[in-house]
Nanobody
Framework: QVQLVESGGGLVQSGGSLRLSCAASGIVFSKIGMGWYRQAPGKAHELCAA???????NHADAVKDRFTISRENAKNTVYLHVDNLKPEDTGVYYC???????????????????WGQGTQVTVSS
């Protein structure tokens, strides 16, 4: 059974920092790309950052100067370091694991997509 468990959120003042963690189980973590998303009140999910199994990294333009994604395969954990937090960063932060398996030739692969329960980040002004 695949499980993604986020932690590290909390209430922080504007300009503060947090380290969010996502511990994964039930998957071959080192072979899977991971991502962090967030959802602000009343808004859709948006990508913050993603890291491939080969550690290619993509940060969303809105946060690339303040957020840093990293992974520690030995601990099956992906992190999101968030610095210089702003009130507009308030929201629930979710960990995501997505991968494709199987398929071949004319047979498309099957996609797998899992989410954690989220961790709340609240930034006060």
């Amino acid at each position: 059974q695949v499980q993604l468990v986020e932690s590290g959120g909390g209430l922080v003042q504007s300009g503060g920092s947090l380290r969010l963690s996502c511990a994964a189980s039930g998957i071959v973590f080192s072979k899977i790309g991971m991502g962090w998303y967030r959802q602000a009140p009343g808004k859709a999910h948006e990508l913050c950052a993603a890291i491939s199994r080969s550690e290619d990294i993509n940060h969303a333009d809105a946060v690339k100067d303040r957020f840093t994604i990293s992974r520690e395969n030995a601990k099956n954990t992906v992190y999101l370091h968030v610095d210089n937090l702003k009130p507009e960063d308030t929201g629930v932060y979710y960990c995501n694991a997505t991968w494709a398996a199987g398929g071949g030739g004319y047979v498309p692969p099957e996609w797998y997509d899992y989410w954690g329960q989220g961790t709340q980040v609240t930034v006060s002004s």
